[in-house]
């Protein structure tokens, strides 16, 4: 009896022993990066039990405006400290006296600190580079003059450049064989998403110090940089943004009270992105809660009159636009009397410069009638349906994104819908199913202001290796399809300039502006109500100088009241804001 007890707690021991030695061996050889089900990566904690460290720059590429400048994140000389030096004595008024901090502030936050910082974070306070070279010339251990890298408080075109997140089962799902810290950063909207690969981090640039368990340095106090010391990687996207337009657009958007809707900015040369302000702005205490991630500007959204500018070019090429057809704008697209905008007879020119919907719908109808495709055709050809975004082969990537979340507009959602002309009517005046972002109409503009050219619109013009050197240039292209011809282009331009300058047009405010406009106003229901009163989308679409093209813009205020929200005193306001700019160019 005693033999077989025994024999039993040796099996037990035995037993245990070995399930010990396995979970040892889970633990040291098996799953060292990727333990348990929360994937905890143990090498990386217990480096981090034995260390301190001060990160100076996380590895993740950034973003540049056209300029060379930062858009995202800024790099500050700063002063860092570490907290050892609160047990030592070191020449801490030589230090105050360089840098202009109090004695008195630098043993507070010492006082306090449990890890490395920069003095005065959040808000460092910023050294001059002769400040820098001073301070580091004391050679005081644990006293560094240091550029670190911050992320901007406020973030210019905060939705086109898009949020990064930890999320470790997506970074495996995307990256399955790559060797990343699950810690990895990763883009999970806008640009960020799209040139996520390209801006993955080698490594963080460090000041590291080793420690005990009290927290007290081991080895001395040696502290040691570490950086991934590539002169390639991380790379950096250089975006069309110009930083400064970007900020003065945000402004006059806020100043006008557009609560959801904003502007897209094209320069019409290079067709690319100058400025791209969406609203509502993202909640920077809660990034995903709400709508403000969403970039407005690439959504589709209902058009209302911008739509007349398609049924015209159709008309224009159909030879519908006789200068002596008159078409009755007293009466609505349905026969029924107009009684708010009573306009009597009006040729085809008046009609698009006063915005009539009697006669686009009349003219949608006689397209329809001879082709059921035209509208949905003239669309495309103007740039209105498919994405107009920046793609083609980018290394081993055949159809690279710029913009992965750009919706496609649409004329029908049906056949049946192209066939019934009481919908092409209603189509004809941007309503019914029309739909397209404000991107796309402020490229239509654009290829209108070409002279008919369609191309591709650009948020980034290359991706530069760390050194600079171009790694990826995004040349110009066009948009594949037919396009309009150069004449209806022509015709189509002179209709846009009458929108403005007819005594009568709904373009009539941009008269004395410095700049000549071109462009068309949209007033679109759409379906929504508050307090039983229909919400509209207000638009004004155009382009500027008239005689030399040089922008592109569309302002869009989503769902507000019709006697509400308008967004002529913000295009104007553009207008004169990008005036005064250029005359200070050189």
């Known amino acids: 009896m005693i033999r077989r007890r025994i024999k039993g707690l040796l099996f037990l021991c035995v037993a245990g022993l070995l399930v010990l030695?396995?979970?040892l061996i889970q633990i040291q050889l098996v799953q060292t990066e990727s333990f348990s089900?929360?994937?905890?990566?143990?090498?990386?904690?217990?480096?981090?039990?034995?260390?301190?460290?001060l990160v100076i720059d996380n590895g993740r590429g950034n973003f540049f405006d056209r300029n060379g400048e930062m858009l995202t994140h800024k790099k500050v000389s700063v002063l860092v400290l570490f907290p050892f030096l609160k047990n030592?004595?070191?020449?801490?008024?030589?230090?105050?006296?360089?840098?202009?901090?109090s004695e008195v502030k630098l043993k507070d936050a010492l006082d306090q600190a449990t890890k490395p910082?920069?003095?005065?974070?959040?808000?460092?306070?910023?050294?001059?580079s002769t400040q820098m070279e001073k301070i580091n010339k004391l050679e005081i251990p644990g006293v560094f003059a240091i550029e670190k890298k911050f992320e901007r408080k406020e973030i210019p075109a905060e939705q086109l450049l898009g949020l990064t997140g930890e999320n470790v089962m997506e970074l495996k799902k995307r990256y399955p064989n790559k060797d990343l810290s699950e810690k990895t950063l990763i883009g999970v909207s806008g640009l960020e998403e799209s040139f996520d690969e390209f801006l993955l981090p080698e490594g963080k640039s460090k000041l590291v110090y080793h420690v005990d368990g009290g927290g007290a340095p081991l080895f001395g106090i040696n502290v040691k940089y570490v950086d991934p010391a590539n002169p390639f990687y991380p790379v950096n996207i250089r975006t069309t943004i110009d930083k400064s337009l970007q900020q003065k657009s945000e402004d006059l958007v806020d100043?006008?009270?557009?609560?959801?809707?904003?502007?897209?900015?094209l320069d019409i040369e290079s067709n690319s992105v100058l400025a791209s302000v969406s609203r509502p702005a993202i909640n920077q205490k809660d990034p995903y809660s709400g709508s403000g991630i969403t970039n407005r500007m690439i959504k589709q959204e209902i058009l209302g009159s911008i739509f007349k500018t398609v049924v015209a070019a159709a008309a224009i090429d159909q030879n519908l636009d006789v200068p002596t057809r008159l078409f009755n704008c007293s009466q609505k697209i349905n026969g029924e009397p107009e009684l708010k905008y009573n306009y009597g007879m009006l040729s085809f020119t008046e009609s698009f410069a006063r915005s009539c919907n009697r006669t686009f719908g009349e003219l949608a109808k006689e397209l329809q009638k001879k082709d059921k495709d035209m509208l949905v055709d003239y669309a495309e050809k103007l740039s209105l349906t498919g994405?107009?975004?920046?793609?083609?082969?980018?290394?081993?990537?055949?159809?690279?994104?710029?913009?992965?979340?750009?919706?496609?507009?649409?004329?029908?959602?049906?056949?049946?819908?192209?066939?019934?002309?009481?919908?092409?009517?209603?189509?004809?005046?941007?309503?019914?199913?029309?739909?397209?972002?404000?991107?796309?109409?402020?490229n239509m503009m654009a290829t209108i202001a070409r002279g008919g050219k369609k191309e591709m619109v650009r948020t980034a013009s290359k991706i530069e290796y760390k050194?600079?050197?171009?790694?990826?240039?995004?040349?110009?292209?066009?948009?594949?399809?037919d396009m309009i011809s150069p004449y209806s282009a022509m015709k189509l331009q002179k209709l846009l300039r009458e929108v403005v300058v007819n005594p009568n047009g709904t373009g009539k405010w941009f008269q004395d502006l410095p700049y000549e406009v071109a462009g068309k106003s949209g007033t679109a229901e759409t379906g929504k109500y508050e307090n039983d009163k229909q919400l509209h989308n207000k638009w004004f679409a155009g382009y500027f100088p008239y005689q030399?093209?040089?922008?592109?813009?569309?302002?869009?205020?989503?769902?507000?009241?019709?006697?509400?929200?308008?967004?002529?005193?913000?295009?104007?306001d553009m207008v004169k804001m990008l005036f005064e700019n250029d005359k200070g160019t050189p």
């Open 21 to 23: 030695m396995a979970r």
């Open 37 to 53: 089900k929360h994937n905890v990566n143990l090498l990386e904690e217990s480096v981090q039990q034995r260390t301190q460290e």
């Open 88 to 101: 030592m004595n070191w020449d801490i008024g030589a230090v105050s006296t360089i840098s202009g901090i």
């Open 117 to 128: 910082f920069a003095v005065g974070e959040p808000e460092p306070v910023e050294l001059t």
């Open 255 to 265: 100043k006008h009270g557009i609560n959801k809707g904003g502007l897209v900015l």
């Open 387 to 442: 994405t107009v975004g920046w793609q083609g082969e980018v290394y081993h990537t055949n159809n690279f994104k710029q913009l992965l979340d750009e919706d496609k507009g649409r004329v029908f959602l049906t056949e049946d819908a192209k066939k019934d002309p009481n919908f092409s009517a209603m189509s004809g005046i941007g309503q019914h199913e029309v739909r397209a972002t404000p991107l796309a109409v402020a």
């Open 467 to 481: 050194n600079g050197s171009t790694m990826v240039a995004f040349e110009k292209k066009e948009l594949p399809g």
């Open 548 to 572: 030399n093209p040089k922008y592109a813009l569309v302002a869009v205020n989503l769902d507000v009241l019709d006697t509400e929200g308008g967004v002529n005193l913000l295009f104007a």
